[in-house]
C-alpha cells in the first residue's frame, strides 16, 4: 500500500527556518513536490522535484525555500527559511498521478498520492 508521510512542523517565530521530511512507501514515485493550506485559503503549490533532482518552484516560494531529496531513502524535504506569518499553512506532501502528470504542473489534479499534512505555524 502506498503511503506519505510528512513531519517536522511546527510553530516557529518569524525568520526562523524549518524543515520538512516526506517518507514515501509503497512505490518510488519519479516526481514528488509540496503543496500548502493557509486558513481560509485553497491548497496552493510550493515545489516539485524529479527524480534525478530538477526542480521546479512557485514564484514566490523560489530563494527561501529549497527542495531536495534523497532516493535511497525514499524520502523528499523542504528546508524553510526566513519565515514569515504568511507561511503559516498545512504542508502537504504529494507525488503524481500516474498517466496524466506532466512536468512542470501546479495542479492539485495531477498529484493522487498525498501525506496526511503537517502544521507550520509562524508568530510574529
Known amino acids: 500500500q502506498v503511503q506519505l508521510g510528512e513531519s517536522g512542523g511546527g510553530l516557529v517565530q518569524a525568520g526562523g527556518s524549518l524543515r520538512l521530511s516526506c517518507a514515501a512507501s509503497?512505490?518510488?514515485?519519479?516526481?514528488m513536490g509540496w503543496f500548502r493550506q493557509a486558513p481560509g485559503k485553497e491548497r496552493e503549490f510550493v515545489v516539485a522535484?524529479?527524480?534525478?533532482?530538477?526542480?521546479y518552484y512557485a514564484a514566490s516560494m523560489k530563494g527561501r525555500f529549497t527542495i531536495s531529496r534523497d532516493n535511497a531513502k525514499n524520502t523528499v524535504y523542504l528546508q524553510m527559511n526566513s519565515l514569515t506569518p504568511e507561511d503559516t499553512a498545512v504542508y502537504y506532501c504529494?507525488?503524481?498521478?500516474?498517466?496524466?502528470?506532466?512536468?512542470?504542473?501546479?495542479?492539485?489534479?495531477?498529484?493522487?498520492?498525498w501525506g496526511q499534512g503537517t502544521q507550520v505555524t509562524v508568530s510574529s
Open positions: 504529494a507525488a503524481e498521478r500516474s498517466g496524466s502528470y506532466y512536468w512542470g504542473s501546479q495542479a492539485i489534479a495531477d498529484f493522487d498520492s
Open positions: 509503497g512505490r518510488t514515485f519519479s516526481t
Open positions: 522535484i524529479a527524480w534525478n533532482g530538477l526542480t
